[in-house]
């Protein structure tokens, strides 16, 4: 098959019977529709084969998280291209046809994203993914119309396609064949910061990816682990260190890693002093001891990943601070950040 959408549902069925069938009227001439499911324990499997008999799943013996989940789930799947999309994405009409079109052009990418808009607000980006994703020097992401909790009104001004660092996994298109010859998603993070640390590989690789904001769609978003919970907490701290570990020059890092303690612990204590958030400032320690505990089991994939990387920097992983351009130089919009 050319186009092959899965959905990786953990019990996800209020946003099935919410969205799928959106999905459904508007991509099924262009792509096959597949549930994934990672051993949900509500309704919605059952909720599924009553409503769309016809549908094609794929059944995980256990919740492998999404990383793990996708792996399993698209080594079972035949196609060109596959499209992660998450079961909270609204998508529109012809939404496929601007990123499949892209792709056939541009043998060059390896991924790209539609535009992400709020579904809570649907004249703003949506947080995670927005129109598309960087990296700082200290490995901070940030988005064209996103930057920390700062999200912009879509006016437009973002609408022109352009090559970034990242790609969102709500809603990501991706060759079959990068996304193996990369070495998929990394299963053991289990979620979170999984889909930069692959898009960090291909790029490392010399491999693009792009934003495409011809295509548009809607992401409700934090369905499964909501903003605030100490779980996610912990997942985004320790991954973004493995990934940093993993990809990182050898020159960048020991000195980034520096850094990256003291701004760790730093926001630890703030987040306690400022926000009398103890669970979060729990998960931030818990974090940097699992990083550290579980770093020999990373030994390998950093040294594989430094020798196939090819020569030269990634433009689009800024040299810069996002938190020195954010709260010192008061920089809220990707529009007003220093481009070098």
Known sequence: MKVAIVILNWNGQKMLARYFANVLEYSRDEATVIVADNASTDDSMNFLKEQFPQLQTI?????????????????QVEAEYYLLLNSDVEVTRHWLTPLLGFMDAHPEAAACQPKLLSMADRGRFEYAGACGGFLDRLGYPFCRGRIFDTVESDN???DGCMEIMWATGACLMIRSKDYWDAGAL????FAHNEEIDLCWRLRLLGRKIYCIPESEVYHVGGGTLPKGNPMKTFL??????????????DDELRPVMRWRWFLDYLAAFETLVLNHNFADFKAIFKARRAFKKWLPDFKADREQIQQT???GNIRERRPY??????????????SDLETT
Request: aromatic share 22%; proline share 4%.
């Open 236 to 249: 985004n701290f320790r991954n973004n260190l493995t990934m940093l570990y993993k990809n990182l020059p």
């Open 59 to 75: 059944i995980l013996d256990k919740n492998y998280g999404f990383a793990e989940g996708y792996n399993r789930a698209l080594a």
């Open 156 to 158: 437009g001004q973002y």
């Open 186 to 189: 990394d299963g053991r993070f």
């Open 309 to 311: 990387r090819v020569p």
């Open 321 to 334: 601070s996002i938190l020195w351009q954010y709260y010192w130089k008061k920089r809220r919009r990707f």
